[in-house]
């Protein structure tokens, strides 16, 4: 096991059961996290860069409200899916959890996106993502893609794709975090709206809070995992 793999897991295990029966198997590796967690992981990453390469004019204003509707509804999706199944109206399943996973994911980078567009740049433009149907067609399109092809892994189980999506799994949980722990730094009034561009020397102190933030959260999860069992 190198030290990446052991990291994964070190991380998977503070966020996720990890149950065997719920995660989803390529070849002979289980991912980090279950379905459900994989796709909540993987939706914010992928939405959230799709996010960045709509809007690279720094759109800072939240879409229109039937699109905080649909938002919702996509985040609330999952919670319902679980909660439905624990109280035993009907059996989910490793399809539903991952589909509902990715569009709890991708409904929570639709909210997060613009305040960090809006926070983070010294001017940015009060115009609403989404402002124009088409935008968000495209959008649920890619989206739908993307789905499409967590849910293919998930029935061949390709042995040849373990590693990559094993790590790129791996490598959401962490941008997950970090991203959403830049964007509370970024609420502290001294690095409030500092920056012109996107890449700025101005970032490396709240993304050095983001990570020390993502440590602890990260930290309280496994301990408090390890007392649970």
Known sequence: MNIFHFLAELVGFSVCHQLPERSMLLGITYMPVCTRCSGLYVGFF??????????RRRQSDMPPLYIIIISCLFIVSTFIDGFLSYLGAYETSNLIRIITGY????GLAVFIFPVFIFQYYSKSSEVKIFNKPRAYIL???ITLLFI????????FRPGYFASFFYYFNFFCIIFTFLFSNLVLS????????KNEKFFSSRLLLPLFIAVVL????????????????
Do not use: D, N
Request: no cysteine; aromatic share 18%; hydrophobic share 60%.
């Open 214 to 229: 993502s440590f602890i959260e990260l930290f309280i999860s496994y301990r408090l995992h390890l007392w649970l069992q």
């Open 186 to 193: 970024l609420l502290i009034p001294p690095f409030m709206q």
């Open 46 to 55: 992928l939405s959230t860069l799709l996010l960045f390469l709509f809007y």
């Open 139 to 141: 959008f649920i399109s």
């Open 103 to 106: 569009l709890s994911g991708s």
């Open 148 to 155: 499409a092809g967590q849910v293919l892994l998930l029935i």
